[in-house]
């Protein structure tokens, strides 16, 4: 019992901590119920043998169908993702939990009732706002696939499947959780929410290789014959080439810049620094993101002539750009609170707190650009072969890309001011 | 000789939580006068308002009442853009955590002040490796400071704050996570830089051999100044057994 008050009561005092998982978990939920609807609407079965009385068993699975079974998916992972994010803010009362004589056994369920209170608010608020939502998802579809049929009937599917969804989450989460507990000592857990861990890259040849995969990527586009599914593969050879890029060569880059002409630089030093960690930290969902945009931007152009599938998509990406947006703004932000002894010890070197809040700025904008420009140029030339092609107009291209692109600078603005408030509004003392 | 004064504190007081309930003076019209070439060390028990003490003289606090005079200048009437310069071009500081950026490398925590100061990249690549040189850590120059042992770590954090040939240290406690071996090698060294090369030395500390280095003692209680000693003509032994007298007598004043 003892346990289970700590956990409440750290719960509502630490709120902020949970705030981001409790948000993704309501999202997920709402988004996961709205594609469970998708696939289980009979409504938006393949008209053709819908009308000729045929049912879902005699339809060969459409693609909006797989695609929202992958967006669940996306949803799943981001969940996961999440917990794990959240149970590296809750370390430090771990091991104080640890050090107070607490078991394995407590620590676990200290996380899982936490974890429960989480799942028994957000599933309910999932299901309201996906409910919210639905009308006007079905609406548009019907609308766009000339059904006349009430938006408001949900499939009893749709509403199983989403508290069996959450049951294997939640099931899951109590295995990562107790996994995560058995593997790390107090030592580790007390090191976690304070430590910036930064370890220099050694081998020479692997920047070289991972700038040649992803230029083989955009190259592969121009081996193959133009077709939708043409720059699958070709997208996947340059995640491989993000993924290298952003591990290998982009420290060793800022590595020389450093050596060079940053040396000098009293801004550009500390902010390429820092951006060089946060980047490193963001690896997976840089490449979700490249992966995502990429991937969906192949599926639209492909799909524009089907409405089902078109309209599937459009929810997709806009639920999977916001997903990821979000994510990356919240662990930005929480890996910011890390930083205040650093920018504090700069300000005690000397830095002004104005001169703080340009490296800031300065790290923010850069990451927000790589952001942005990784993707961007694998988007650049598949929107380009399509309207080379005449299978995309350019106003198409410029709606998907602002789709991305205007979230992700809202995003930056919206993280600067939180990582400038965590960072340099605490200095005290002095001028 | 006229000795320069490098360092005035005129009767300074530092109040917390003002505005609040809970009003709290840490230190009450504490002066000082610190003369160029000095070693002053601060020693009192926990809470007395040594850090704070510090804090105040090094421009890291602007105290409640009173005035803080560096060089001549008063600290209040200075911009934070003139306090930002002169510490990087005036003070070295060292901390009991070190304080180094986990986000640079050795080689870059000890080029800060330098890339402040304006420094070409030339000079600083030279100035870096000499000093690292000098507090046997070149070989960690590349490595981040998650990668260094705690020795080398401060180390490192006197390299950053003697890179600038800085006219004052200010130490807080520099010997705290140390070891007895690096805590005396660390020492002799700041005795070396106060005797050969004149710097000044304000250092905060608890432990009665490390404070015998130094050539003057503040012993500050309840944030007042409770005594003073001199080292003058005395032996470092003799000195360290005055020092050990007073930390006694405070003592002592529990079981009366």
């Known amino acids: 019992?003892?346990?289970?008050?700590?956990?409440?009561?750290?719960?509502?005092?630490?709120?902020?901590?949970?705030?981001?998982?409790?948000?993704?978990?309501?999202?997920?939920?709402?988004?996961?119920?709205?594609?469970?609807?998708?696939?289980?609407?009979?409504?938006?079965?393949?008209?053709?043998?819908?009308?000729?009385?045929?049912?879902?068993?005699?339809?060969?699975?459409?693609?909006?169908?797989?695609?929202?079974?992958?967006?669940?998916?996306?949803?799943?992972?981001?969940?996961?993702?999440?917990?794990?994010?959240?149970?590296?803010?809750?370390?430090?009362?771990?091991?104080?939990?640890?050090?107070?004589?607490?078991?394995?056994?407590?620590?676990?369920?200290?996380?899982?009732?936490?974890?429960?209170?989480?799942?028994?608010?957000?599933?309910?608020?999932?299901?309201?706002?996906?409910?919210?939502?639905?009308?006007?998802?079905?609406?548009?579809?019907?609308?766009?696939?000339?059904?006349?049929?009430?938006?408001?009937?949900?499939?009893?599917?749709?509403?199983?499947?989403?508290?069996?969804?959450?049951?294997?989450?939640?099931?899951?989460?109590?295995?990562?959780?107790?996994?995560?507990?058995?593997?790390?000592?107090?030592?580790?857990?007390?090191?976690?929410?304070?430590?910036?861990?930064?370890?220099?890259?050694?081998?020479?040849?692997?920047?070289?290789?991972?700038?040649?995969?992803?230029?083989?990527?955009?190259?592969?586009?121009?081996?193959?014959?133009?077709?939708?599914?043409?720059?699958?593969?070709?997208?996947?050879?340059?995640?491989?080439?993000?993924?290298?890029?952003?591990?290998?060569?982009?420290?060793?880059?800022?590595?020389?810049?450093?050596?060079?002409?940053?040396?000098?630089?009293?801004?550009?030093?500390?902010?390429?620094?820092?951006?060089?960690?946060?980047?490193?930290?963001?690896?997976?969902?840089?490449?979700?993101?490249?992966?995502?945009?990429?991937?969906?931007?192949?599926?639209?152009?492909?799909n524009q002539q089907n409405p089902r599938e078109f309209v599937t998509s459009v929810i997709g990406y806009i639920v999977v750009v916001l997903l990821l947006v979000v994510s990356i703004v919240y662990k930005l932000i929480m890996e910011a609170v890390t930083r205040k002894t650093l920018f504090f010890n700069l300000w005690k070197i000397g830095y002004t707190r104005k001169e703080l809040k340009k490296i800031v700025k300065q790290e923010v904008i850069m990451y927000y650009a790589i952001l942005i420009l990784i993707p961007l140029v694998y988007i650049l030339f598949i929107a380009g072969r399509f309207i080379y092609y005449g299978d995309m107009t350019i106003s198409f291209a410029v709606i998907f890309t602002s789709a991305y692109v205007i979230p992700v600078i809202l995003s930056g603005f919206l993280t600067y001011f939180e990582y400038r408030n965590a960072v340099v509004k605490p200095i005290q003392g002095g001028k | 000789m006229e000795r320069k004064e490098i360092l005035v504190a005129d009767k300074i007081t530092k109040i917390y939580g003002i505005g609040t309930k809970n009003l709290f003076e840490a230190l009450h019209e504490v002066s000082l006068t610190m003369y160029e070439g000095e070693f002053v060390c601060i020693m009192g028990p926990s809470g007395a308002g040594k850090s704070t003490f510090i804090n105040n003289l090094s421009t890291i606090d602007i105290p409640t009442k009173g005035k803080v005079f560096i060089n001549g200048t008063e600290v209040r009437v200075m911009s934070e853009g003139q306090i930002g310069k002169f510490r990087y071009e005036n003070l070295g500081f060292i901390f009991q955590e070190f304080n180094l950026l986990d986000s640079l490398t050795i080689f870059e925590n000890i080029a800060v002040p330098l890339t402040l100061a304006n420094v070409n990249k030339e000079e600083i690549t030279q100035r870096v490796h000499d000093v690292a040189k000098k507090l046997g850590v070149e070989q960690t120059l590349d490595k981040f400071p998650n990668e260094c042992s705690g020795g080398q770590r401060q180390r490192v954090a006197i390299c950053r704050a003697l890179v600038t040939n800085p006219k004052i240290i200010i130490a807080d406690e520099p010997t705290g996570n140390l070891d007895s071996k690096n805590s005396h090698e660390i020492l002799s060294l700041f005795k070396e830089l106060n005797e050969k090369e004149g710097v000044s030395i304000l250092m905060v500390t608890h432990d009665a051999k490390i404070a015998s280095y130094s050539t003057k003692l503040l012993y500050i209680k309840d944030g007042i100044i409770d005594c003073t000693i001199e080292r003058e003509g005395l032996s470092q032994k003799e000195y360290f057994y005055k020092i050990v007298d007073i930390n006694s007598s405070e003592s002592q004043e529990l079981f009366e």
Request: proline share 3%; hydrophobic share 50%; net charge positive.
């Open chain 1, 1 to 302: 019992m003892g346990t289970f008050k700590f956990s409440m009561k750290m719960l509502i005092r630490d709120y902020k901590k949970s705030l981001f998982y409790g948000l993704t978990l309501v999202f997920a939920v709402a988004v996961s119920f709205v594609f469970f609807n998708i696939i289980n609407n009979n409504q938006l079965a393949d008209q053709s043998i819908a009308v000729g009385g045929g049912t879902w068993q005699n339809v060969q699975t459409p693609f909006s169908s797989i695609l929202s079974f992958l967006i669940i998916c996306f949803c799943c992972f981001m969940i996961f993702f999440a917990n794990n994010f959240f149970m590296t803010r809750k370390t430090t009362e771990l091991a104080v939990m640890g050090m107070s004589g607490s078991g394995y056994i407590n620590s676990t369920m200290y996380v899982l009732y936490q974890t429960f209170v989480l799942l028994a608010l957000a599933t309910p608020l999932g299901l309201l706002l996906g409910r919210l939502v639905i009308p006007c998802s079905n609406a548009y579809m019907y609308e766009r696939l000339h059904i006349s049929k009430d938006v408001n009937i949900i499939p009893q599917e749709a509403y199983i499947y989403s508290f069996l969804l959450v049951a294997i989450v939640l099931a899951m989460i109590c295995v990562l959780t107790a996994g995560y507990l058995h593997r790390n000592d107090i030592l580790v857990l007390l090191s976690q929410e304070k430590e910036m861990n930064f370890h220099g890259s050694s081998n020479k040849y692997k920047p070289l290789l991972y700038v040649a995969i992803y230029v083989f990527g955009i190259v592969m586009m121009f081996m193959n014959p133009h077709s939708p599914n043409a720059y699958i593969a070709p997208t996947l050879v340059g995640v491989i080439g993000v993924v290298g890029m952003i591990r290998y060569v982009l420290p060793d880059v800022i590595k020389h810049l450093k050596k060079g002409v940053f040396l000098t630089k009293r801004y550009r030093l500390i902010s390429i620094s820092n951006l060089s960690y946060s980047i490193q930290r963001s690896l997976l969902l840089f490449t979700l993101m490249t992966v995502s945009v990429t991937g969906m931007m192949a599926i639209l152009a492909a």
